[in-house]
């Protein structure tokens, strides 16, 4: 179909291919009313090898500091300059003015937590660019096969 090489996958990328098993029905106790025994401990082999790396962590969490906090606080910082414009009678300032303006930045606050966690570089040994428009479009596309991946084929 497409000419590109197949990509490797990523350490905390699920697989794509993977069969559910079907459920076992719940076996009956024993003795309910035995508190002695102790429940199994969880496995945690399998979760270790899906979990996402320190690393890529570190670096998504730097992004979204810087995409979403940036926006967040001069949303914040609207109402406290209108105050001061509104108090200080330097003009009158309309109310919808300052709700939209602030309203305005806390929307690209919400899209600059999503940015941040795409455009960061989710190889542990690439950190990537500044901007991150080559990761976003990158992680971005990894989404939208995930996507189509999910959907029941009819």
Not at 12 to 26: C, D, G, L, Q, V
Not at 43 to 53: D, E, L, R, V
Not at 106 to 124: H, I, N, P, Q, R
């Amino acid at each position: 179909m497409s000419s590109e090489p197949p990509r490797q996958r990523l350490p905390f990328e699920p697989i794509a291919n993977r069969k559910k098993t079907p459920k076992k029905p719940a076996e009956p106790l024993e003795n309910p009313v035995n508190e002695d025994k102790q429940p199994p401990a969880p496995k945690t082999g399998g979760k270790q090898s899906q979990s996402i790396p320190e690393v890529v962590s570190k670096r998504m969490i730097s992004r979204i500091a810087l995409f979403c906090g940036v926006p967040t606080l001069l949303g914040i910082s609207t109402f406290f300059v209108s105050y001061l414009i509104v108090s200080k009678g330097l003009f009158d300032l309309p109310n919808t003015a300052v709700l939209l303006v602030s309203m305005g930045c806390f929307g690209l606050g919400v899209l600059g937590l999503s940015y941040g966690v795409l455009s960061a570089s989710w190889d542990e040994e690439v950190s990537g660019s500044s901007i991150g428009w080559e990761e976003f479009n990158t992680n971005f596309g990894r989404m939208r096969e995930a996507w189509r991946g999910a959907k029941p084929k009819s």
